[in-house]
């Protein structure tokens, strides 16, 4: 049975940890994907990589409360927002899906940054 909704999570909440696991999820087939890919992926797959993970636990430490989640949630931002920008530049399909669901975890894990 999956978590319907975490109690102490807001809307925001919610969302950015919806956010966060799409982020992770995405990149971890990004990653893989890339490494298929050949020459010249190595930055696009160290930043999935950086983001899957990065992304993952910041959803964790919202789902337990964390105090520190704020801070988490900035440099989560920021590895997605490079992470996209890299992606962007490629042609495959999973670097276009990256660079296309990305945005969105930038956006909400700002917001809860700022909070």
């Not at 298929?36 to 919202?62: F, K, N, P, Q, T």
């Not at 490079?82 to 962007?88: H, N, P, T």
């Not at 530049?89 to 945005?103: S, V």
Request: aromatic fraction near 2%; charge should be negative; include cysteine.
């Amino acid at each position: 049975m999956a978590v319907q909704r975490i109690e102490h999570a807001d809307d925001h909440m919610q969302e950015c940890i919806d956010n966060c696991l799409e982020a992770a999820q995405v990149c971890e087939w990004c990653a893989d994907a890339c490494a298929e890919e050949g020459e010249g992926m190595a930055r696009c797959i160290r930043l999935c990589r950086d983001v899957a993970d990065i992304a993952s636990l910041h959803a964790r430490w919202m789902a337990r409360d964390s105090s520190y989640h704020e801070e988490l949630g900035e440099l989560c931002a920021d590895i997605c927002e490079a992470c996209a920008e890299e992606c962007a530049q490629h042609d495959h399909d999973h670097c276009q899906a990256c660079a296309e669901i990305l945005p969105d975890c930038v956006e909400s894990c700002r917001e809860m940054a700022s909070t």
